[in-house]
């Protein structure tokens, strides 16, 4: 079994939609938590950054954190097409093992207009 | 503020060869992650490097290697290419000295890596 677990999709949605994007864990030492963006043939681009549980927002954008529940979401809200792109949640633990992410496989997106 | 660099973009080497790849990580960055990207198994973690020391490594074989130099820069080099190494290699930098974003990782474009 996979450390963190993502449905791979492939998600297509129309234009305007909410997206709802999860991660689940099985390491309770993980304790930040990422999503990021991933253009064909581009590095991924960091998207939110969260410490520990909680929500957090920015722009379109929501995370949330339970880890309780060993489980992570991302909301994007009035989704756009050049939102299309691959979406990759990582986690990682605290000190020396702060560098090291562990990534789900990661959850392809299609925004139709 | 430039982005984290890397060199080459697209190599194209044969197998038993050995290649080396080139990143500059974000000015003022002094931890620099490697990992390793495929269709099949997804982002995977590589090592990390900070002071010139590898901090953590992950769960590849020895002809993966990495050095950091007193500049930030880091290099890895795979050594006996095998057709399995064909990859998009990443690298990350952060800065784990600033509490409000310790683990704020950010990624290079990459080098895409063919073995034949």
């Known amino acids: 079994q996979k450390e963190v677990e993502q449905d791979p999709g492939p998600l297509s949605v129309p234009e305007g939609a909410i997206v709802s994007l999860n991660c689940t864990y099985s390491?309770?030492?993980?304790?930040?938590f990422m999503w990021y963006r991933q253009y064909s043939r581009k590095g991924p681009e960091l998207l939110m950054y969260?410490?520990?549980?909680g929500n957090k927002e920015d722009g379109r954008f929501t995370a949330q954190v339970d880890k309780s529940s060993k489980y992570i979401s991302l909301f994007i809200r009035d989704s756009q097409p050049s939102d299309s792109a691959t979406y990759l949640c990582?986690?990682?633990?605290?000190?020396?093992?702060?560098?090291?992410?562990?990534f789900g496989q990661g959850t392809e997106l299609s925004v139709k207009p | 503020k430039a982005g984290v660099t890397q060199t080459p973009r697209y190599l194209i080497k044969t197998r038993g060869q050995q290649v080396t790849l080139s990143c500059s990580p974000i000015?003022?960055?002094?931890?620099v992650s490697w990992y390793q990207q495929t269709p099949g198994q997804g982002l995977q973690f590589l090592f990390e490097?900070?002071?010139?020391?590898?901090?953590n490594k992950g769960n590849f074989p020895g002809r993966f290697s990495g050095r950091q130099f007193s500049n930030s820069r880091s290099e890895m080099n795979v050594s006996t290419l095998e057709l399995g190494d064909s990859a998009l290699y990443l690298c990350?930098?952060?800065?784990?000295?600033?509490?409000?974003?310790?683990?704020?990782?950010?990624f290079g474009p990459g080098t895409r890596l063919t073995v034949l």
């Open positions: 969260t410490y520990s549980s």
């Open positions: 490097y900070f002071s010139e020391t590898q901090r």
């Open positions: 990582a986690m990682s633990g605290e000190g020396n093992q702060g560098g090291k992410l562990i």
């Open positions: 000015s003022g960055h002094r931890s």
């Open positions: 390491n309770s030492a993980f304790q930040y």
């Open positions: 990350a930098s952060r800065n784990n000295l600033a509490p409000s974003s310790y683990n704020e990782q950010f």
